[in-house]
């Protein structure tokens, strides 16, 4: 019998979903469509482009892409959204449950999905119209 337990996130800059996540992704390969070039190679095929364009150009361009990318907001508003008010209860149940399965004291197979589900529903309500409104 295979029995699965989470952990709560130990520093506050990491978030209990990224905790999970990483969970989830060891048992979920990652597959890519194709193979992706070496550093090198790509570095090659740069150089050659931007020597072909005149070099300044394309330096030039570069830097207002990289200034252009937004950041993304949503993880800053799920961990303010975790610690809120609305989900501390659900929060709470489900750090009691990761503590009793990790000291071995829960039930043969309890392993804390239901309290983590309710707890990942409650901040996402949360984060969903402050996300939208600072989109808009």
Same mark, same amino acid.
């Given at each position: 019998?295979?029995?699965?337990?989470?952990?709560?996130?130990?520093?506050?800059?990491?978030?209990?979903?990224?905790?999970?996540?990483?969970?989830?992704?060891?048992?979920?390969?990652?597959?890519?469509? #194709?193979? @992706? *070039?070496?550093? %090198? =190679?790509? &570095? /090659?095929? $740069? !150089?050659? +482009? #931007?020597? @072909? *364009?005149?070099? %300044? =150009?394309? &330096? /030039?361009? $570069? !830097?207002? +892409?990289?200034?252009? *990318?937004?950041? %993304?907001?949503?993880?800053?508003?799920?961990?303010?959204?975790?610690?809120?008010?609305?989900?501390?209860?659900?929060?709470?149940?489900?750090?009691?449950?990761?503590?009793?399965?990790?000291?071995?004291?829960?039930?043969?197979?309890?392993?804390?999905?239901?309290?983590?589900?309710?707890?990942?529903?409650?901040?996402?309500?949360?984060?969903?119209?402050?996300?939208?409104?600072?989109?808009?």
């Amino acid at each position: 019998m295979v029995s699965t337990t989470f952990a709560t996130a130990s520093s506050s800059d990491e978030s209990l979903f990224s905790t999970v996540s990483s969970f989830v992704s060891s048992f979920i390969p990652t597959v890519h469509a #194709e193979e @992706e *070039e070496s550093s %090198d =190679d790509k &570095e /090659e095929s $740069e !150089d050659k +482009e #931007e020597s @072909e *364009e005149g070099g %300044d =150009d394309a &330096e /030039e361009e $570069e !830097d207002e +892409e990289d200034e252009d *990318e937004p950041e %993304d907001i949503l993880p800053a508003i799920l961990e303010d959204c975790e610690n809120s008010k609305a989900c501390a209860a659900v929060k709470h149940h489900f750090e009691e449950c990761s503590k009793r399965v990790n000291e071995g004291k829960g039930y043969e197979g309890e392993n804390c999905i239901e309290e983590f589900f309710h707890f990942s529903h409650c901040a996402q309500d949360c984060a969903a119209p402050k996300l939208f409104a600072k989109l808009v």
